[in-house]
């Protein structure tokens, strides 16, 4: 935002959780005037369905065909909601933009979606995409990614929101060779170095069917408990992480002490407008089909015990679905 | 063995299982002369009793009885069979020798159960121990132990088998000023320090109750699937490890592979008298309930892949024990 | 910077060497109105004098006397130029400040000086400091630190920069009870508990005892060369780093290139105003005597390789110093 | 020896220094008849001349041609001797042997001489090489290697010696299939194979120039300060470590313990015969220029500070050596 904008530039944000949320706050820190929009409505229980649902391309297409001035300069999607383990798809807000025919620039945070969510940057014409080492890329946190467009290079020439540490310019002259304008974080890089080394050797189409089938397990698991899953599309469901809605009148977050305290195993919180409604249960990067069920295991003691009535074994479903679905390379 | 014997010195083995017999053999080697006794018989499936029960004490102090002239120069036992998960009670063992008025050396080999399983050297009257730190001392291989009593002390004066590295004599003396007689495995020697300062600071009476409460869910699961457990006696069932006996026809290593390729997790083969026939699920050191309850998923679907028909979920066992049997410290 | 400030704002900036100028540089970036100022002239080969010696205080003192109507609204200086191995007298700006009865902010720069330099925040009033892990903490590069005054708080709440990432106020209310608005770099936290366990351990004046007869022995080094030393002014020499100043027509990087190639050291680069000039030996942190005359070593090697005339040993010289001079703790 | 001979059997060893000394009281703990030859006299200071040479072949010739019986079965040799810096010429045992027309077998310790001097197992007609992890391997202790002749396993089929864990029957067995008799230290066996890959791609010619030149300086160094080289034979210093020899009346010992306090360097100690006469420098492995420059300098200091007189400073001659002699490699 600092590389492309401009005190008070019109940016047009959808909430699709709190990260969203988040980066709305951001920019409004900033000097941006963010309007934010999203799917309207809450499900019976009171959770906004713009948290439990993608971005609605149809929407962004709609609010970008009235500003005919063209007073928005960017729109802002989250590519995988990590409060809510919802995915959103980027090229429909690409053809949506298109369609309007507007020249808005299109900002993506793919923080905890890259290397474990398919994204393609240039094919989905991003103009700008965010990331971080702590997720897909099994990192400690301290590097964090921009991918860059030719417009988005453009772009930053003309911006002139305040800047630093984060301006491209300087970081983009210093890259040429392979240098970084402030002291970098070398034995990260050499990690990160590691990192691509092990997901191009599997593969990134086999990285993400990976995280896809654990994902389904994981989804299977909360069916089977009969309890709602956060992400209420199921074409949507993230494959890096599981959002758990808890019945009314359960604090998550009791369940979540529970669970770590009995059985050693730390959860994501529900985060924002949906504290003490849900729970997640990540399943990304170095883990494998039995650290994602001994989670579960975790989960489904700590909910009985937690006096949370549930239909049926998670655990049981997942095995199931692990059991019938053996990891493709391994079929041969 | 070489500190305490001679040349073809009378030894008396109890043959409780795998490590029992490279024992006997290693003691052959030495040109000792080995006596094996254990329990008669085997059970329906032809597996030998006397590796699924523990050391009979009654079939040593008779044994000794016998030995009127105290040809037999030591009474050699293991305390935690790693390849049967069976203990046996070494003060039983003792009480027997000392019932026989017999003067012989009690040897005992508690390389898998130190750390793990209560073990008392002194109390016990243990002449002999043996151990390592790639069990419970949650190390990687590299450094082996001897507890001495005075009377095993005494004995190496006068033992006359060829030893050289493995001389006491040497390394008694060195110690006495915080040295080893060869170069010494450093970097083992900090692990060590730090796991004793771990397990130390737990304190032993609970790093042994966590190791039973493991045992206690992994015997409910296979309990569950209607398997028997290698341990025919239930007071005697290892904390460190639990072995499952495969029905009559699977092959426990076909199981084992495909639980190993399907499901990324390494279970300990079945040895010697009994390959093929088992396999066993360690639970020892640095793990936790969920760790445990993932081995156990993957042994499910191993053996459900596998064709293996179970009576009811072993996962669900387990996890109802863990559910009704928190950690005692955790009560407060 | 963007805590304290507005767009516009005036400040002081003193040029010590090529981070205070970067700093200044920043200072523009992001919309301040930075005059700079520094001791005038330059020496017989042309290096600014501003170069070679601390921050005058006095300069500070008279251009805030002149700012009658208090426009200039923070005063910036670095208290271990790494660029230059000169120190600056913090407490000495206060004064000056105070002296004149000038309201400014006192803004330091502390990066490469923390744990290895005294520096004494509150007794020195300083209003902002800004530190980082990857000097006398040990530790990888990561962490950013800042120290505030009330003051810097209270004028944190008026600042209108942009910011979001850097604000103070969402990390002052989450620190309260131990949590971080972004994803904290958890491992290095717990490097940062270790490392304050050592420096602390050791004690604080005997760390930076350590430091400063490193730097003597450095100094010795370089004076027995017969080179100068980038720090005219021999009570403000860095503990931390000494700089050396190649004759005129030796180019410095040619230099350290071969001590890098040939004796693979790696030494730090002349920069900006100095680049081809000078290089720089770091003294700090995880290091010792003899690996500093390892480097000296290798300098003195790589410059005879070079041709570089030099009057003596500065190897010798250094020996004699650690000679003569115990580490204050081992005399007793 | 226990997998090559029998009790009583009769060996003709060489004493080269303290670790062959040791060989010796190993073989005679182990029930063999060793006889210890070595090169007779002393220098002007009581050291034994054998501690100061390399093995002389014709005296093993000479003997071996007196054992017209061939009661002799091994001929037992130090390539390098860790505890004087002498290595010795096997080729040339290998010869004298050959040459009486001699059917013992030949064993080479050559423990810290791996991956640091030349050896040809198969060349020098070594039927038995003992080597370890710790040197020039640069691993932790903990691993051991022994190379063995086809003409050794033949011997193994009818040695008596008592064994077990050093066996070599069950380990060449197992080892076919990957598989180690007993509980294999697979954390080493991955840094060995990392250590093997980095001196394959160095390569072993240029490996042991490297060390050649680290020694050639070390010498440089002790010829400079007028102190005898433990290694009377040029030709035969030892390109891993070099041993000094302190002036009579000057305690080896307390010139160490001054280095090791004042300037934190850890040198090795005098052995046996030679203990509080000599220390030892090691050159080898994971080390540079800089790093033995600055155990150097360590040294000389330390034995100025302790007033040993010296004649000039080893430091410079070192340093000159270095400049001098570039590493080959960079030449280019």
């Given amino acids: 935002m600092v ?3 401009s005190a008070g530039d019109h940016v047009l944000m959808y909430e699709t959780g709190h990260f969203a949320f988040l980066w709305t706050r ?9 309007e934010v929009i999203a799917m309207p409505g809450e499900d019976e229980t009171g959770i906004p369905n713009s948290w439990r649902h993608g971005v609605q391309a149809d929407l962004i297409e709609q609010r970008l065909r009235a500003d005919t001035g063209h007073s928005i300069r960017a729109v802002c999607v989250v590519h995988n909601e990590t409060s809510t383990g919802v995915t959103s798809d980027i090229a429909a807000v690409r053809r949506a933009m298109d369609a309007a025919k507007h020249p808005a620039l299109l900002l993506v945070d793919t923080i ?16 700008v995409a965010i990331s971080g ?18 417009k988005a290079i453009e772009a930053s020439k003309t911006s002139t929101l305040p800047k630093a540490f984060w301006g ?9 060779t392979g240098y970084w304008p402030s002291t970098p974080a070398t034995n990260l890089l050499y990690g990160l170095s590691e990192a691509c080394d092990m997901l191009l050797g ?13 994902s389904a397990a994981a989804q299977a698991a909360v069916r089977a408990w009969g309890l709602p899953i956060q992400c209420a599309d199921d074409a949507l469901c993230s494959p890096i992480l599981t959002g758990v809605i808890m019945p009314e009148g359960v604090d998550a977050d009791a369940v979540r002490k529970v669970i770590y305290e009995r059985f050693d195993c730390s959860l994501g919180t529900g985060l924002g407008k949906i504290k003490g409604r849900m729970f997640r249960i990540g399943h990304l990067g170095d883990c494998n089909d039995l ?8 989960c489904e003691m700590g909910l009985r015990v937690s006096d949370v009535s549930l ?19 391994l079929k041969a």
């Fill in 3 to 5: 590389n492309t904008l």
């Fill in 26 to 34: 951001l920019a409004k820190a900033l000097g941006l005037e963010a």
């Fill in 112 to 127: 905890s979606g890259l290397a474990g969510a398919d994204y393609q940057h240039d094919a989905w014409g991003v103009d």
């Fill in 133 to 150: 080492s702590q997720k897909g890329l099994m990192l400690p946190p301290g590097l964090s990614f921009n991918a860059l467009s030719p």
């Fill in 168 to 176: 491209w310019n300087e970081i983009i002259a210093m890259n040429k």
């Fill in 202 to 214: 599997e593969g990134l189409p086999a990285v993400f069917k990976r995280h896809r089938r654990w």
């Fill in 291 to 298: 650290t994602l069920l001994a989670a579960i295991a975790g």
């Fill in 311 to 329: 239909q049926a074994s998670g655990v049981q479903a997942a095995m199931e679905y692990f059991q019938s679905n053996p990891i493709p390379a």
